[in-house]
């Protein structure tokens, strides 16, 4: 019998990672699944095993890292963060962290979701921190590091974002004519990042990979 595989998600209540914890506790790949969170997620199932955290102290829980494929989904704006530091914390120390717990317990593989345009040299602050993160993760040598690069970010969220709304009204006009190397600034649903995610995971390509807006659409047909 094959081995079952055991996967941790942090983020599981944001947009993508919701979406992700319910795929990966439908796929047979994952006999456990364990989502650090800060809030319940409400979800009840044999395969969860859920553990409310101050992600401050993520070291206190090491021993939850000890998985197969770590799957990060957290994020934040710095309207929301209220501060550059604050949104520091969030999207680069807590997925760092993880990353380090995880390496150090043996995980073979890292999915995280980033962003399209991150670069550790840009003057763009969120950018700039996306890309710092990557060189970081990267730094860490995992057998398999997955970074996903979305643009926006389209599905139902708890809170309204302008941007997001408006480009999810003009998504349908303005992607066809996002073409050749401006295709990777289309929007796109968040569940078809989640599944993307999943699908790369199975795949289990070595060394540190990068998807943008094609091959992510190709991951999600492929999961469909």
């Known amino acids: 019998m094959e081995n079952k595989r055991k996967a941790l998600i942090i983020g599981a209540t944001g947009l993508v990672g919701n979406e992700l914890l319910h795929r990966l506790l439908d796929c047979d790949v994952y006999d456990k ?28 829980v090491v021993d939850e890292f000890a998985v197969d494929d ?27 962290k993880a990353a380090e717990l995880a390496k150090s317990k043996g995980a073979s593989q890292y999915l995280v979701v980033s962003a399209v345009g991150a670069d550790p040299t840009t003057k763009v602050f969120y950018s700039r921190v996306k890309g710092e993160l990557e060189s970081a993760l990267i730094k860490l040598q995992f057998d398999s ?37 401006l295709a990777k600034f289309r929007p796109i649903q968040a569940e078809d990042v989640a599944a993307a995610m999943l699908q790369i995971a199975a795949d289990g390509e070595r060394g540190t990979n990068i998807y943008e807006w094609p091959e992510l659409q190709e991951a999600a047909r492929r999961r469909a």
């Open 145 to 181: 590091l997955h970074l996903m690069h979305p643009s926006l970010l389209l599905g139902d969220r708890d809170e309204f974002r302008t941007a997001e709304a408006l480009s999810g009204y003009l998504s349908p006009v303005v992607s066809p004519l996002l073409r050749g190397r």
């Open 70 to 96: 770590v799957f990060c989904c957290l994020g934040t704006t710095i309207k929301k963060a209220g501060s550059q530091e604050a949104f520091r914390k969030v999207d680069y120390d807590y997925p760092l």
């Open 33 to 60: 699944v364990t989502a650090l969170v800060r809030r319940p997620t409400g979800i009840s199932d044999s395969k969860l095993h859920e553990k409310v955290i101050d992600f401050d102290e993520m070291g206190l």
